[in-house]
């Protein structure tokens, strides 16, 4: 049975999460990509690409921008009867798309899915990860977003997809795109780091976050911020990481002067290894974190800074394994 | 303008969850309700906007059981001029949600919906878009800013890597993000005067079915047990042999 995966995303170039979906898609059937927006041709040749795509539907559209929300939504409505599934990337441009899909067709979405039981039976967080869900569906075509980083990317296939066009016409009142600010900060995207560094309120003291920008640009990482951070005015909320922020999985998280607040937690809990560095021995966050280190935060991102600038070498030499 | 602030009433999300049991109902201690805290922000915006003389009225809509009352009575407070209760079954999935935020717009004339980008208690993150694409509505989801210029909205929607700015012409649908503004405390005497001011009920569209079910709730994976180290030597040492290391 069939698949429908939407390309990430409406504005941006071939994404990695992309490849992604189509590892979902393929646990649930074979699978159709349909590659829309922002050089979507490009998509379209990317898609095509990844093993297990059977057909790549490239949407080809009249005007400069690329074709809204609105628009793509009426037309992936449309394509609806010949589907069992319809996925996408939970991100700003499937969590946009699914859900009004789902207006249409009136059918409500599995948002955020984690993992793929069978066709059918399908688990996702609710209370931000604090506990899961076991959701079997009741009604098709079903739409479902997926959480990129519980999917591992689809292999390369040696022979391409075959690519078929399809023209969206704009026919639906729909907001229009007057252009794309990037945010101007050098480091990584919070959704995509690998590595990422927090500061908590920890920081107030120092009336900065030089400490946590510092130690996340010697390990080319995201910076992110707790809600108390933030509401002390030490970093703007689009930072702000937790229940009510960003849910975040990097491989590894820095915790700096974090207390771990529950809303915190709930947004980290993904991370794959989680440091907490705090000199408060009692800061919840400690009892979660793989690594603890009780330590004035300070002290301890400077030193931090100082052996990663002096390469790994420290470290072979405490191995006794000199190079 | 008449903006419609829809809001969803949610577990106080300051009090962990402790799982008692599997089960298809989440077992749980009992913790008091507050507006979803997104809502919260789409609600303070729709007060703002009726201060500044862009809106004339604000109705806030919950689309839930009849305890929402409270909850309600809450925004009425922080300065809704009018309140309905849309009366569903608590655990009423978004479809229905959905259909009574559009036949409320409908009903009242409504030019404008703001609402939280999602509950935070089931995370959907899906009833603006499904009640935009009901009512045929351009959207705008993740709005951080919003400035008015006569019947037409400029938005910012914070989505990975920046912000998209959109044109929406009214009548539109609005999910707002953290950032677009600090909602206000109810003062005492609004309180005391919200208390006496009525909420309307009106009764649900005969339901159109689930598209899923649940059939447990789950603890969360476990994690491992972590270990304390005693120097930033021992953890930089501990952290590239787990390869976490650039």
Redesign the interface.
């Known amino acids: 049975m069939k698949v429908l995966v939407i390309a990430s995303?409406r504005?941006?170039a071939p994404s990695a999460a992309t490849a992604r979906a189509v590892t979902a898609g393929m646990q649930l059937g074979t699978v159709d990509l349909l590659a829309a927006g922002h050089a979507s041709k490009d998509k379209g040749a990317a898609g095509r690409l990844l093993a297990g795509v059977e057909k790549v539907i490239h949407v080809t559209h009249a005007d400069e921008f690329p074709p809204?929300?609105?628009n793509l939504?009426s037309l992936i409505a449309r394509l609806a009867p010949g589907y069992r599934w319809i996925l996408a990337v939970h991100?700003?441009?499937g969590?946009?798309?699914?859900?009004?899909?789902?207006?249409?067709l009136?059918?409500?979405?599995?948002?955020?899915v984690s993992a793929i039981t069978d066709p059918v039976?399908l688990?996702?967080?609710?209370?931000?990860?604090?506990?899961?869900?076991?959701?079997?569906?009741?009604?098709f075509p079903?739409l479902l977003t997926i959480r990129p980083t519980a999917f591992p990317p689809a292999p390369m296939s040696s022979s391409p997809a075959p690519v078929m066009e399809l023209e969206c016409v704009q026919a639906?009142?729909?907001?229009?795109?007057?252009?794309?600010?990037?945010?101007s900060s050098q480091r990584p995207?919070l959704?995509?780091a690998?590595?990422i560094v927090v500061g908590g309120q920890g920081l107030e003291s120092s009336g900065s976050f030089a400490a946590v920008e510092t130690l996340a640009d010697r390990?080319?990482a995201a910076v992110g911020a707790t809600r108390g951070a933030v509401d002390a005015g030490l970093a703007?909320?689009?930072l702000?990481i937790g229940?009510?922020?960003r849910i975040v999985a990097p491989?590894?998280y820095i915790g700096l002067g974090v207390s771990g607040?529950?809303?915190h937690l709930a947004g980290i809990?993904d991370a794959?290894?989680?440091?907490a560095?705090n000199h408060d021995p009692d800061a919840p966050l400690?009892?979660?974190?793989?690594?603890?280190?009780?330590?004035d935060l300070f002290d301890?991102a400077a030193?931090?800074g100082q052996?990663?600038s002096k390469g790994?070498d420290?470290?072979n030499l405490?191995?006794g394994t000199v190079r | 303008m008449r903006v419609l602030a829809a809001i969803k009433e949610v577990t106080d999300p300051a009090i962990p969850i402790h799982l008692f049991s599997e089960g298809p109902t989440l077992h749980r201690e009992a913790v008091p309700g507050v507006i979803n805290p997104f809502d919260e922000i789409a609600l303070e915006e729709a007060i703002r906007l009726k201060e500044q003389g862009i809106a004339q009225e604000v109705m806030v809509v919950g689309a839930g059981p009849e305890t929402w009352e409270g909850t309600l009575r809450t925004a009425l407070a922080m300065g809704a001029d009018r309140a309905l209760l849309m009366r569903m079954d608590p655990g009423a999935q978004p479809l229905e949600v959905a259909r009574g935020l559009a036949f409320c717009a409908r009903e009242y004339a409504c030019d404008l919906i703001l609402m939280g980008r999602q509950g935070v208690d089931c995370d959907h993150g899906v009833t603006a878009p499904m009640t935009a694409g009901m009512l045929g509505w351009p959207q705008a989801t993740f709005v951080s800013r919003i400035e008015f210029d006569q019947d037409r909205v400029t938005v910012m929607r914070s989505v990975e890597g920046g912000q998209e700015r959109l044109q929406l012409s009214l009548p539109a649908v609005i999910s707002v993000d953290l950032g677009l503004n600090t909602p206000r405390y109810a003062s005492l005497p609004n309180i005391m005067k919200a208390r006496a001011k009525p909420v309307e009920v009106l009764s649900q569209p005969r339901s159109q079915g689930v598209s899923w079910k649940i059939a447990a709730f789950l603890p969360p994976p476990a994690r491992p047990a972590g270990r304390q180290v005693a120097s930033v030597e021992e953890l930089v040492e501990q952290l590239d042999r787990a390869g976490v290391l650039p």
């Open positions: 995303d504005l941006g809204s929300t609105e939504a991100d700003g441009f969590a946009d798309l699914i859900p009004r899909v789902g207006g249409l009136a059918t409500s979405p599995v948002t955020q039976t688990i996702r967080p609710v209370h931000a990860g604090q506990a899961m869900v076991r959701v079997v569906l009741e009604r079903a639906v009142p729909s907001g229009r795109h007057e252009g794309f600010v990037s945010i995207d959704s995509q690998a590595i390990l080319g703007s909320s689009d702000q229940q009510t922020g491989d590894l607040a529950i809303q809990k794959k290894v989680i440091v560095i400690h009892a979660v974190a793989d690594f603890s280190l009780v330590a301890a030193h931090m052996i990663l790994i420290i470290i405490k191995h």
